[in-house]
C-alpha cells in the first residue's frame, strides 16, 4: 500500500485536483496535506476533498516533507508538488512500481518539460564540480520522488529549496539504488523570478555542505577558485548591462522607512491607543478597518498630523541610499495604507519619486475623519491575488505607468500587509521583520534597519 505525501502553502486553486489525482490509483490508502500554514482555503479544501491535513510545526517544504514521513502509515511513500495540474496518468504508478518489485530504493521524476534555470545554471554544473557520478539525472531539484520510509526516516530533510537535492545526494551517499522513471508532460507554475535568487543560494548552499560532510575528493581548493572566477566575471558582465535597464524600487512606509507606525504613534499623542487596539480586534473587513481607523484623527489639523510623523525617526541611511539608488537609474517611491498627507511628506523630505496611499480628507486644513481608498488598490480582472485591497495592485499601475518589467521590479516591506506585493516583484525584500511567514516568501531579509544592503544587489 502507497501514503501520498502533499505538501502545501496556498494551493487553494490545485490542491482539490492533486489529491483525486492520487486517491484514484487503487494501491493509495492515504493521502497526507502537509499544511506550510497557508493564508487561504488550501487546509479546507483539502480536508473537503478527503485528505489528511497536518499543519506543519516549521514554515519551509523540508520540513512538511519530513512530518509527511513521520505520519505515514505505509511503507512506500510518494510525495506530489501541489501546484500540478493536470499529472499524467500513470505517475504513481510509474514512481512505486520499481520500488513494490524491489528493484529500487528511491525514485525520481523526470518530465517532458524543458529543466529550469535553477537545474541548468546552478544544480547541474555545481553536480559536476562535487558530484559528477549525478549528471546522469536530467531534472535533479524534481520534487515528485518515491521511496521507503524507513530510509526516508535516516535523511536530512533540509528546511528549504534544498531539500530535493539534498534527498538524491543522501540516498547516493548511501548507496542506495536511484531510479529515474519518465512521468510524461507537466505543466506547474514556474517559480517567479523573485525566488531564483533564494532557490539558487539554497540548492548551491545544500551540495556544498553535502560535498563537505561526505569527505567528496571534489571538495577542494581548486575547485572552490574554478567558482569563484566563474561567478566574478559573471558578476561583472551583468554589471555592464544592468545600467539600460529601466528599474524600479518600492518601499513600505511604517516600520520600514520610519522606525515607527504612524497610526500608533497618533494613538499615543492623542489617547486613542484602546480604540485603535478595538477597531483592529474585531474589524475584518479590509475596506471598512481603513474607514473605522481613520475617523479616530476626525478634528486633527494638518500640521498636528505632520508633527506627529516628523516625530518618528527616519531609518539613518534613507536619504544616501535613495539618491544613490536614483543615480543608479531607479526609480523610487513608497506604497504604504496610510495617508497621502503623510507619504508624500515623507517622499518630498527624501526626494522620492512617487507615493501611493490613502488618501486622508480634510475642510480648511482640519481632518473630516473621512478618508478616500484610491481604485490602484482595489481588486481588479487582472490582479495576481484575491484580496479586496492589495498593494500589488498599486505596483501593477506604477509598472505600466513607467514602462517598466516586473522582474526589474524591488519591493521592500516588514508586515503581512507587503506579503503579495513582495511576492509579485522581480525582487522581494523583508526588512526586519518579526513575521515568519513574510520572511520565509522574502528573496532577500535584511535584518538591520539600514538599507546599504540594497546597494550590492541594485547595480
Known amino acids: 500500500m502507497i501514503t501520498v505525501i502533499i505538501p502545501t502553502l496556498n494551493e487553494e486553486e490545485n490542491v482539490a485536483n492533486v489529491i483525486k489525482f492520487a486517491k484514484q490509483y487503487s494501491l493509495v490508502t492515504e493521502v497526507l496535506v502537509v499544511d506550510d500554514k497557508s ?20 514554515i519551509g517544504k523540508g520540513g512538511s516533507m519530513r512530518e509527511g514521513v513521520m505520519f505515514a502509515t505505509n511503507e512506500v511513500v510518494v510525495f506530489l508538488d501541489a501546484d500540478i495540474n493536470p499529472y499524467p496518468h500513470f505517475t504513481i504508478k510509474l514512481l512505486t512500481e520499481p520500488i513494490l518489485q524491489g528493484g529500487a530504493d528511491f525514485v525520481k521524476s523526470s518530465f517532458n518539460r524543458n529543466a529550469g534555470r535553477v537545474t541548468e545554471l546552478v544544480a547541474k554544473p555545481m553536480l559536476s564540480i562535487f558530484f559528477p557520478e549525478l549528471l546522469q539525472f536530467q531534472q535533479p531539484l524534481s520534487g515528485m520522488i518515491a521511496s521507503k520510509k524507513s530510509l526516508l526516516q535516516k535523511l536530512d530533510f533540509r528546511e528549504d529549496y534544498g531539500v530535493d537535492i539534498g534527498l538524491l545526494i543522501d540516498m547516493h551517499l548511501m548507496h542506495a539504488n536511484i531510479q529515474e522513471v519518465d512521468i510524461g508532460y507537466i505543466e506547474n507554475k514556474s517559480k ?7 532557490m539558487s543560494k539554497e540548492v548551491a548552499q545544500t551540495i556544498i555542505l553535502k560535498a563537505s560532510s561526505s569527505n567528496s575528493p571534489h571538495y577542494n581548493f581548486e575547485e572552490f577558485g574554478v567558482l569563484n572566477e566563474i561567478r566574478s566575471q559573471m558578476d561583472f558582465a551583468l554589471a555592464s548591462q544592468q545600467e539600460s535597464l529601466s528599474k524600479l524600487i518600492v518601499f513600505d512606509m511604517d516600520n520600514t522607512i520610519l522606525r515607527g507606525r504612524f497610526i500608533d504613534t497618533c494613538a499615543d499623542k492623542f489617547n486613542f491607543k484602546a480604540q485603535l487596539m478595538d477597531i483592529r480586534s474585531s474589524e475584518t473587513d479590509s475596506t471598512i478597518l481603513t474607514k473605522r481607523i481613520a475617523k479616530l484623527l476626525k478634528n486633527r489639523t494638518i500640521d498636528e498630523l505632520i508633527d506627529v510623523a516628523d516625530s518618528i525617526d527616519i531609518v539613518a541611511d534613507t536619504e544616501k541610499i535613495i539618491d544613490n539608488l536614483k543615480i543608479r537609474g531607479y526609480v523610487v517611491g513608497i506604497i504604504s495604507d496610510s495617508y497621502d498627507c503623510i507619504t508624500n511628506h515623507v517622499k ?10 490613502n488618501e486622508l480628507e480634510f475642510s480648511k486644513s482640519i481632518c473630516t475623519g473621512e478618508v478616500k481608498i ?10 495576481s491575488c484575491k484580496h479586496v485591497l492589495c498593494k500589488t495592485n498599486a505596483l501593477h499601475k506604477l509598472l ?4 517598466i518589467k516586473k522582474e526589474n521590479s524591488v519591493a521592500i516591506g516588514d508586515s503581512m500587509n507587503d506579503l503579495c506585493m513582495i511576492k509579485e516583484a522581480g ?12 520572511n520565509h516568501h522574502a528573496d532577500l531579509i535584511i535584518r538591520k534597519p539600514e538599507f546599504s544592503e540594497l546597494l550590492n544587489l541594485a547595480k
Open 39 to 58: 493564508i487561504d482555503n488550501t487546509v479546507r479544501i483539502a480536508q473537503d476533498s478527503g485528505a489528511r491535513v497536518i499543519t506543519s510545526t516549521r
Open 192 to 198: 517567479p523570478w523573485q525566488a531564483l535568487g533564494k
Open 348 to 357: 518630498n523630505k527624501l526626494r522620492m519619486d512617487f507615493s501611493l496611499s
Open 374 to 383: 484610491p481604485s490602484f488598490f482595489v481588486n481588479n480582472e487582472n490582479s
Open 400 to 403: 505600466e505607468k513607467y514602462n
Open 427 to 438: 525582487l522581494g525584500i523583508a526588512f526586519c521583520s518579526k513575521d515568519e511567514l513574510l
